[in-house]
């Protein structure tokens, strides 16, 4: 860092300190101590200790895996606990839009300074190796093993390949050209997701700017075999309206690393009969196409055999007594078969209830597999913050979404409770039918609702409550609400 800003030096521990007052200036909400907003700041800035405790004692980092695995366990229980909260009003934060862009720009330029100036990530300089082969179309099995626990899948070497002609060939530049497209890969997703299902691009800025301060990011802001799957599941969220899409990018995060694997039930379930078989061919052709990139690069049966079952991490399936560094390699490996006896019953149990699944469930379903992977993997299990991160954000910063599903009859008790008459009842049908996007909201600006609905056409407007449904907004006076979550009266910001 000191090559670029002259007498810059800031380790873990500082960045740490930093970034937690500044997290705490921007985001903790003073005037609501005890809401979900501020529990979900502390869960996630708990994780930063654990972290600092395993890299400051490498040879004894069992205090610290015990703090991470109590960390994790506090975020599985807030994510499975989830769709329980049902009051989520929009939370402004302290910090307008402006200064929220150049804040995220500011954090941003730090951490791309910082992969600039550091050693690149062993991983990430194999896949750019990898990726240039298969851009040859040559074959190295025969001379070097493959080693799935240090570089990532098929899919990281085949989203390489555009790098590395870029980058002239230099792996070193490649390596830190991957990791830096990677954080705007998960940038860019999370604003997305802010703006086209959350309707408020301030929300998704705010959360990429909370992605690039917290801890985790920076110090393995390196790392290309983590950043790549979060952020091709970050963009399958925000494109979850199109089955083939996500399908597409859900099966290049499988072939990236083991762990997406585990969501495919939760995402089936999702779409069931609204777009299963498109959601499973688009799995079906991304995998023969990675079949295919390493067909490219094997020269005979044998080769494609042993390119294809070298990509797999088969280690993390095997209840032997673990090699690597992590928790589990402290004890026997019988004592993970309960716990992953458990998590195969978690999955079930989140593939099937509730039956009808809304963005709501799958993001938070999603985040709980993702961090419950972490008590049973054999290598730094606890330790892959990156993994679920930007998942965590999103149901962090997410208002109420209950217009995913929304069925006939809601909509109608909905307009039946207000003093709407036929026409507007049939305006509300056609509205969300055809025009999901246009807007009704109440006239009233007085603390008593009288019911009845207007649409908004053109431009999107900024509007209250964020929080209500795209489609039909209705409101009968309920004054409670009105009071104690969004303000007094049904007036608009």
């Not at 040859?136 to 099995?141: A, G």
């Not at 207000?418 to 600006?445: F, H, M, Q």
Request: aromatic share 12%; proline share 5%; net charge positive.
């Amino acid at each position: 860092m000191d090559d670029i800003l002259r007498g810059y030096h800031v380790n873990a521990p500082t960045w740490f300190y930093l970034s937690t007052l500044l997290i705490v200036a921007v985001f903790y909400r003073f005037g609501r101590i005890w809401s979900i907003r501020n529990f979900d700041l502390a869960f996630l800035m708990a994780l930063s200790p654990g972290l600092l405790f395993v890299r400051a004692n490498p040879d004894k980092p069992q205090f610290g895996y015990c703090w991470l695995f109590a960390a994790n366990g506090l975020l599985l229980v807030r994510l499975l606990l989830d769709v329980m909260f049902t009051r989520r009003p929009r939370l402004e934060q302290n910090l307008n839009s402006a200064g929220m862009a150049f804040l995220c720009g500011s954090a941003l330029l730090f951490q791309t300074s910082k992969i600039l100036t550091e050693q690149p990530d062993l991983a990430a300089v194999k896949t750019v190796r990898g990726a240039e082969e298969l851009l040859k179309r040559q074959d190295v099995t025969r001379t070097q093993a493959a080693d799935p626990k240090s570089e990532t899948g098929p899919a990281g070497r085949l989203l390489a390949t555009p790098v590395v002609p870029l980058s002239g060939g230099v792996e070193v530049v490649a390596a830190r050209a991957m990791a830096i497209l990677s954080h705007l890969a998960v940038i860019l997703g999370l604003i997305a997701v802010g703006r086209w299902h959350f309707s408020d691009t301030h929300l998704g800025l705010a959360m990429a700017t909370l992605y690039l301060l917290l801890p985790p990011t920076a110090f393995d802001v390196s790392k290309v075999n983590h950043l790549l799957p979060a952020a091709l599941i970050v963009w399958a969220v925000a494109v979850h309206a199109r089955p083939m899409v996500a399908g597409v990018l859900l099966g290049l995060a499988c072939g990236t690393m083991f762990f997406p694997i585990f969501l495919l039930p939760i995402w089936m379930a999702f779409y069931w009969k609204r777009g299963s078989l498109k959601f499973g061919l688009a799995l079906i052709l991304t995998g023969a196409v990675l079949l295919f990139s390493l067909m490219l690069t094997s020269v005979d049966s044998m080769s494609f055999k042993r390119q294809t079952l070298g990509s797999i991490d088969w280690s993390v399936l095997k209840f032997q007594t673990a090699d690597g560094v992590g928790f589990w390699s402290l004890y026997d490996s019988a004592y993970r078969v309960p716990v992953f006896a458990t998590f195969l019953v978690l999955l079930c149990a989140l593939t099937i209830w509730p039956f009808k699944k809304n963005l709501e469930h799958l993001v938070s379903h999603s985040a709980a597999i993702v961090v419950a992977t972490q008590f049973w993997y054999p290598h730094q299990g606890g330790a892959y913050v990156l993994w679920y991160l930007p998942l965590m954000l999103i149901v962090t910063f997410r208002p109420r979404l209950g217009h995913l599903p929304l069925s006939q009859h809601v909509a109608d008790s909905a307009i039946g409770a207000t003093s709407g008459d036929s026409n507007i009842l049939k305006d509300v049908r056609i509205s969300y039918e055809r025009a999901p996007t246009k807007r009704w909201r109440c006239c009233c600006v007085q603390s008593k609702c009288c019911g009845s609905l207007h649409l908004l056409k053109g431009k999107r407007r900024r509007q209250w409550p964020r929080s209500e449904p795209d489609g039909v907004i209705a409101h009968a006076g309920d004054r409670i609400r009105q009071s104690k979550d969004y303000g007094s009266g049904c007036s608009f910001g």
